[in-house]
């Protein structure tokens, strides 16, 4: 069984500008949820999706929005570059019932200058 | 609010040595606890999963252990191997909503 995947791997972008990252869950997995990585931060919860639903959501300012799609795939997009945004993007997927075991992607590495 | 500690923020051992790392938690309300190792500029491997009515759960070397009533849990590592070198995170799932709240984690190191 193939395991959560991301892409871009690596990303470079100037302040102001918007990115798009994205995750593929492992098949027959329905929820994705997306995570912040930052040295200082530590990881952050930014949102969840479940069945095409936003289920859930961090403290994040809204130039931070994500979507689902019917086969699960989710895409998380970053509007409005800031220096503060660097940090590594890690998505994972879970069935979504209460059990709640979650299985991470390799991450997104997003560089602002 | 629910917050995830873990003790110490670094260890490092000889090769060879049994060792504990500890995770404890505010709010005994969980659903489950997952223990993670993360390799440096990597993504997160789960190691364990303990639901809240286990007491423990074991994966080859490893094991983990949860006491709800105390807030804690701890992840034994036998027979250290330098191929565990990584930082460990603990994460809990609780309250209303399905989020993972993480602890900063414990970087180990394992000296060969």
């Known amino acids: 069984k193939a395991g959560v995947t991301q892409t871009p791997r690596y990303l470079i972008k100037t302040r102001g500008q918007q990115v798009t990252l994205s995750c593929s869950p492992i098949s027959g997995h329905r929820s994705v949820s997306w995570y912040q990585q930052t040295p200082g931060q530590g990881l952050q919860f930014l949102f969840e999706?479940?069945?095409?639903?936003?289920?859930n959501k961090g403290n994040f300012p809204g130039r931070f929005s994500g979507r689902q799609f019917s086969n699960s795939r989710s895409e998380m997009n970053v509007s409005t570059l800031e220096l503060g945004d660097s940090a590594l993007y890690l998505c994972a997927s879970s069935h979504g019932g209460s059990s709640y075991e979650q299985y991470f992607g390799p991450g997104t590495r997003l560089t602002v200058t | 609010k629910q917050e995830v500690t873990q003790i110490p923020a670094a260890l490092s051992v000889p090769e060879g040595e049994n060792l504990v790392l500890n995770c404890s938690f505010t709010d005994s309300a969980i659903y489950n606890l997952q223990w993670f190792r993360q390799d440096p500029g990597k993504g997160l491997t789960s190691l364990l999963l303990?639901?809240?009515s286990q007491r423990e759960q074991t994966s080859g070397r490893l094991n983990a252990s949860l006491d709800k009533s105390s807030g804690r849990s701890t992840l034994y590592i036998a027979a250290s191997q330098p191929g565990d070198s990584a930082t460990y995170l603990c994460?809990?799932?609780?309250?209303?909503?399905?989020?993972?709240?993480w602890g900063a984690g414990t970087k180990l190191i394992i000296k060969p």
């Open positions: 994460a809990v799932i609780g309250g209303s909503n399905y989020q993972l709240i």
């Open positions: 303990i639901q809240s």
């Open positions: 999706y479940f069945s095409e639903t936003q289920r």
